[in-house]
Every structure is written in structure tokens, then in C-alpha cells.
């Protein structure tokens, strides 16, 4: 009999016909068939709703899976990359620039006495001025280089294609943004700078070289007295 099978949204339908010819008026089994109708008709209501709240659950864990791995790879602060994917996007390229013999630049940059902004206008004044300088960084470079928080207030970008001449000409964008902004995140506004260093990829370093390189050279900027950006050679 029909009620054997598995039911399924698309098959009620004509099963449902099916019953219907069969309990015609003077038939013995009439009542019992009857009733046997009104009890299919029932399931078959139930799995259609079930069958679409399955579907609202599948949406919405996709949805879930994607929140929860986009929340793993974003900085919630400042809404730029973590270092965590910051790492596996400097991964990727170096494989790209390995396969390809492509070239790609790195940008370490730190902001500039940050303690002092702490310690003078509170951590919550602080806090916002990282988020303003993330936006400083967002506006001096492409759609496709990466912004990254690489720890406390030191952010690092990922320039993809890039040689160290198109890495100076973002350093000097971003530094000299960085010294005409007036931050708003107190009255009147908070002044800061920024010391950069920079290091292109260079065939046969080893993962991670390059940002070695671009660490040395803005220490090295910070020892000449910070407020500049320095390329590693």
C-alpha cells in the first residue's frame, strides 16, 4: 500500500488521488478509508512542514559556518585581517610567487609612542585610535593587497605583485596620512605617527623571510628616531 512508502513532499500528492478513487460512496470499507485519507492528508501536511524547516536549518547553518569562520579570521577591533589570516595569506602568495616567479612586497608599521596616547587620553581613546588608523590604512592601498593587525599597534600589509618601488610609494602614502589626520577620538583631536618597514620577496628566501626583513627594517626605522619607513635591501 501507499502508506509502505517513505513520505516525501512530492510524492503525497498523487498517492493522495489515489485514495480519493478508491473510497467512492458504497464502497463497505468507505468510513475506514475515510479516515485512513484524513490521517495521510495529515502526515503529508506535517512532512511538507518538516521538509521546509529542514530547509531554514540548512540555510541558516551555512550562514552559522560562515559567521563563525569569518569571526576567526577578522580582527574584531579594528575589522581588518588577524594574524592568524594574515599568516595564510602570505602562505598562499609566497607558493603563488615560488610558481610563478612572481614578486610581492610586505609593510610592517607601528604606531608611534602609542603607550603615551594610552596614558594620556585613556585606553578607550586608544582603542579608537587604532580603529581610525585602520581606516587610514584601507584608503592607501588596492582592493586586492591585504590589511592586517599583526599584534597590539603594529598592523602588517600584504602587497601582492608588488616591488619594493610600489611598496615605497604605499609606505610614503600611508606615512604621510598618518601625520595629517587628526584622530577624533578625543577634543581636540590626537596627533600621531608612524614608523614603517618594508622588504620585497626575494626568489629562494624561505617562508616568513620576508617578513623577517620587513621587522628588521622598522626597527631599524624606529632607532633612527621613528617617524619614517625604512626598505630593507
Not at 608611534?112 to 581606516?135: M, Q
Not at 592607501?140 to 593587497?145: F, I, K, L, S, Y
Not at 590589511?147 to 598592523?155: M, N, P, V
Amino acid at each position: 500500500m501507499a502508506l509502505d512508502r517513505k513520505i516525501s513532499g512530492s510524492a503525497l500528492p498523487d498517492d493522495i488521488g489515489q485514495f480519493e478513487n478508491i473510497i467512492a460512496e458504497g464502497n463497505p470499507l468507505y468510513p475506514k478509508f475515510k479516515l485512513l485519507l484524513e490521517s495521510y492528508k495529515k502526515l503529508a501536511h506535517h512532512a511538507e512542514g518538516l521538509a521546509h524547516e529542514n530547509e531554514l536549518l540548512g540555510t541558516q547553518l551555512v550562514e552559522l559556518n560562515r559567521s563563525l569562520d569569518l569571526a576567526t579570521r577578522i580582527d574584531p577591533m579594528t575589522g581588518l585581517a588577524n594574524r592568524r589570516h594574515i599568516k595564510e595569506k602570505v602562505e598562499q602568495e609566497y607558493s603563488r610567487a615560488q610558481r610563478h616567479n612572481r614578486s610581492f612586497s610586505i609593510i610592517l608599521a607601528d604606531i608611534d609612542n602609542f603607550t603615551r596616547i594610552n596614558d594620556t587620553y585613556g585606553y578607550n581613546a586608544g582603542d579608537d585610535v587604532l580603529v581610525e588608523i585602520s581606516r587610514v590604512f584601507m584608503g592607501c592601498v588596492r582592493q586586492e593587497d591585504i590589511c592586517a593587525r599583526w599584534g597590539g599597534e603594529e598592523f602588517l600589509i600584504l602587497l601582492p605583485e608588488t616591488t619594493i618601488e610600489g611598496a615605497l610609494a604605499v609606505a610614503q602614502k600611508i606615512h604621510e596620512s598618518i601625520a595629517m589626520t587628526e584622530f577624533k577620538a578625543n577634543k581636540p583631536g590626537i596627533r600621531t605617527t608612524i614608523s614603517i618597514g618594508l622588504s620585497e620577496y626575494k626568489p629562494g628566501q624561505a617562508l616568513f623571510e620576508c617578513v623577517s626583513r620587513a621587522d628588521h627594517a622598522l626597527q631599524q626605522a624606529k632607532k633612527s628616531g621613528k617617524n619614517r619607513y625604512i626598505a630593507e635591501p
